[in-house]
């Protein structure tokens, strides 16, 4: 079965300061990607997906953007966080076949 | 598009029977999916129906009414472990399958 990482698992970040977190995937091949973000207490939000590498769409205009140099490797980035950009972002993925989405163990980030 | 309803909250005793409702809108179905989310931690899958009735996984059961856009999970013998939030979620059609998240219910369970 899959198995996601990411990194890191915590991360406090001043406002405009550049953002990177990186998820991998490991035990498929050719998965579905995808970055969401939950405020506390609220639902999950989908920012990203990616079917293939390179292929990136974005579900919301905002001030973050999605890469996928790797066929299991998704990047989450900005170039100056907002206090917005506060909350838990978790990586997800999926096989193309398969309704069931697996999730990594997610990064808090909070913005100050 | 694709919207879900579910309660914000429920609340129930170790040991009881809790049901938790999900109605959903979409311009094309393809399954109800339900995940389980503790405070702190990812989501993790519990359940997914195509086809109209009851599924059942041990200590849990998930319900669809395709003709009614509804479905329910049922939790049974609950246990304090079993706090945590309810998402129900339908997928998209196309390639990417993208996931459609209820706003979540949020179970207690009391001793």
């Known amino acids: 079965s899959q198995t996601i990482h990411q990194w890191p698992a915590t991360l406090v970040q ?29 639902g999950l939000q989908l920012l990203f997906y990616s079917v293939g590498i390179g292929q990136i769409s974005s579900e919301v205009p905002q001030n973050l953007s999605a890469s996928r140099p790797q066929d299991r490797q998704f990047i989450l980035s900005s170039k100056k966080l907002l206090l917005s950009d506060s909350g838990f972002y978790l990586c997800a993925c999926n096989r193309p076949d398969q309704e069931t989405q697996y999730f990594g163990p997610g990064t808090r980030l909070l913005v100050l | 598009g694709q919207s879900l309803e579910q309660p914000s909250e429920v609340t ?39 086809l109209d009735g009851l599924e059942e996984t041990g200590r849990f059961s998930s319900f669809l009414s395709r003709s009614d856009s509804y479905g329910y999970l049922l939790l049974q013998e609950l246990q304090m472990k079993d706090s945590a939030s309810y998402f129900c979620a339908v997928p998209r059609s196309g390639a990417a399958r993208q996931l459609t998240f209820g706003s979540g219910t949020q179970l207690t369970v009391l001793p």
């Open chain 1, 14 to 42: 001043p406002v405009g300061s550049p953002l990177s977190l990186e998820c991998t995937v490991e035990g498929t091949s050719n998965p579905n990607l995808y970055w969401y973000r939950q405020a506390a207490g609220r």
């Open chain 2, 12 to 50: 129930a005793v170790e040991g009881a029977i809790v049901q938790i409702n999900c109605t959903y809108q979409t311009s094309g179905f393809y399954g109800l999916s339900w995940y389980q989310q503790h405070d702190g931690g990812a989501p993790t899958f519990l359940s997914y129906n195509a």
